[in-house]
């Protein structure tokens, strides 16, 4: 019904830059917010960054100042930039977004995830 397919994940050195991409499809009406988690093995998964459908962005510490959020409504995506990369970045970047379906219910949706690693 909904798929969120991230993209852009990838090796990059310390201090490096990249950014991961994450395109909504199916039966959409609206998004609402969307944000990117990540997780390491035996790791819960820790929020990163929200952007409301309004662009305001919230940001977990760790990546304030290094990270930006963005999107564009009118193609259903989020893009994570993501600079001065450290060796703690390295996880598996996921996609999520609050979406209403054409059939008017409201459900949060994640993506499969693309590996982010960024060697020292």
């Known amino acids: 019904q909904v798929q969120l397919v991230e993209s852009g994940g990838g090796l990059v050195q310390a201090g490096g830059s990249l950014t991961v991409s994450c395109v909504a499809s199916?039966?959409?009406?609206?998004?609402?917010?969307m944000a990117w988690y990540r997780q390491t093995p035996g790791q819960q998964r820790e929020w990163v960054a929200r952007?409301?459908?309004?662009?305001?962005?919230t940001y977990v510490d760790s990546v304030k100042g290094r990270f930006t959020i963005s999107r564009d409504n009118a193609k259903n995506t989020v893009d994570l930039q993501m600079n001065n990369l450290k060796p703690e970045d390295t996880a598996r970047y996921y996609c999520?977004?609050?979406?209403?379906?054409?059939?008017?219910?409201?459900?949060?949706?994640w993506g499969q995830g693309t590996q982010v690693t960024v060697s020292s």
């Open positions: 999520n977004a609050d979406i209403t379906t054409t059939d008017w219910r409201i459900n949060d949706y």
């Open positions: 199916g039966r959409i009406f609206s998004i609402r917010d």
């Open positions: 952007i409301s459908r309004d662009h305001s962005t």
